[in-house]
């Protein structure tokens, strides 16, 4: 499966430490994340990162434009609630795109374990049929 990963400045150590904990299983998936998310995602876990431009300069639409085309399967986008981005137009496409194409989304921590423990027990290969 694919998935996308988007930090937060705030939250990006919190992404690695994620990545770090849960590399076992993501190593069995294909990952997509806007550049310095997913530079910082390869250095900390080795996995092969697929990046995209940085989010403030494209990132985050082309991977808006990957859930338009169905590529992703799953998202988790660790945001910071309490503090306004310049480029949250683009947030808010992400979100509202896996809404409208049905793709399993988290916003913090908590939902994204729930997330990757159900990936890793195939919960999500519905996903598969659904593509």
Known sequence: MNIGLIAHDSKK?????????YRGILAKHEIYATATSGRLIAECTN???????????????QLSAAIE?????????????????????????????????????????ATAELLIHALDRGDLDWREMYK
Request: aromatic letters at 6%; a neutral charge; proline letters at 8%.
């Open 13 to 21: 150590k919190l992404m690695q430490n994620f990545c770090i904990a």
């Open 69 to 109: 085309s169905n590529e992703i399967d799953l998202v988790i986008f660790l945001r910071d609630p309490v503090k306004a981005k310049a480029h949250e137009p683009g947030m808010d496409g992400i979100i509202k795109n896996c809404d409208i194409h049905n793709i399993p989304f988290a916003s913090n921590i």
């Open 47 to 61: 996995l092969n990162v697929h990046k995209y431009l940085p989010g403030p300069l494209g990132g985050l639409q």
